[in-house]
């Protein structure tokens, strides 16, 4: 600090000249500092906007990906309400296709019990004779030797057999289908 008492009391120029270098040196040096301190706040504040940038960059990315997260669990949500109710459609259509198959095995079972009820025998023989014709092609081959063996307009026909071959054909055919 300087005392400008002393300052105004000196009597010789060269204190005079070394008071003002000193006071001309102190300015430039608060001046420097003052520079400094200017650079150093405005640096302080250029990081806090590059901060604040970041930050809120960071803050939006989150909101977003929150959104997104948001967005694939309702999406996931929706798939699994459609595979729940195609499970769903599933098991009534299994229940469904298996009382109509077992209505189907009560009618086809009680039509095959009437037939072989009828004539045992031949029914019995009918079945052996198309034993092996396990597709549509092979049944209808078959069916087709049997009655060319057996019409009753050859010499070993039998009408009763040619009917129950006719029987058993038509049966094994609506089966199939």
Same mark, same amino acid.
């Given at each position: 600090m300087i005392d400008w008492e002393e300052v105004r009391g000196a009597e010789d120029i060269d204190e005079l000249r070394e008071a003002k270098l000193w006071?001309?040196?102190?300015?430039i040096r608060l001046e420097n500092v003052r520079r400094e301190l200017v650079a150093s706040q405005e640096r302080f504040n250029r990081e806090k906007a590059k901060e604040r940038k970041e930050l809120d960059e960071l803050?939006?990315?989150a909101a977003q990906e929150r959104k997104r997260l948001r967005e694939e669990n309702l999406f996931f949500e929706k798939k699994l309400a459609i595979l729940q109710d195609?499970? =769903?459609? @599933?098991?009534?259509?299994?229940r469904t296709l298996e009382r109509q198959r077992k209505a189907l095995e009560e009618r086809t079972s009680r039509a095959e019990r009437e037939e072989y009820a009828a004539n045992p025998q031949i029914e019995d023989?009918?079945?052996l004779l198309f034993r092996g014709a396990n597709?549509?092609?092979?049944?209808?081959?078959?069916? =087709?030797? @049997?009655?060319?063996?057996f019409h009753p307009d050859n010499m070993f026909g039998d009408e009763e057999l040619a009917q129950s071959?006719?029987?058993?054909y038509l049966r094994r055919k609506n089966r199939e289908e």
């Amino acid at each position: 600090m300087i005392d400008w008492e002393e300052v105004r009391g000196a009597e010789d120029i060269d204190e005079l000249r070394e008071a003002k270098l000193w006071l001309f040196q102190e300015n430039i040096r608060l001046e420097n500092v003052r520079r400094e301190l200017v650079a150093s706040q405005e640096r302080f504040n250029r990081e806090k906007a590059k901060e604040r940038k970041e930050l809120d960059e960071l803050t939006r990315r989150a909101a977003q990906e929150r959104k997104r997260l948001r967005e694939e669990n309702l999406f996931f949500e929706k798939k699994l309400a459609i595979l729940q109710d195609g499970f =769903r459609q @599933l098991d009534e259509d299994r229940r469904t296709l298996e009382r109509q198959r077992k209505a189907l095995e009560e009618r086809t079972s009680r039509a095959e019990r009437e037939e072989y009820a009828a004539n045992p025998q031949i029914e019995d023989s009918v079945r052996l004779l198309f034993r092996g014709a396990n597709n549509p092609l092979a049944l209808r081959k078959r069916y =087709r030797d @049997l009655v060319k063996i057996f019409h009753p307009d050859n010499m070993f026909g039998d009408e009763e057999l040619a009917q129950s071959i006719n029987r058993e054909y038509l049966r094994r055919k609506n089966r199939e289908e």
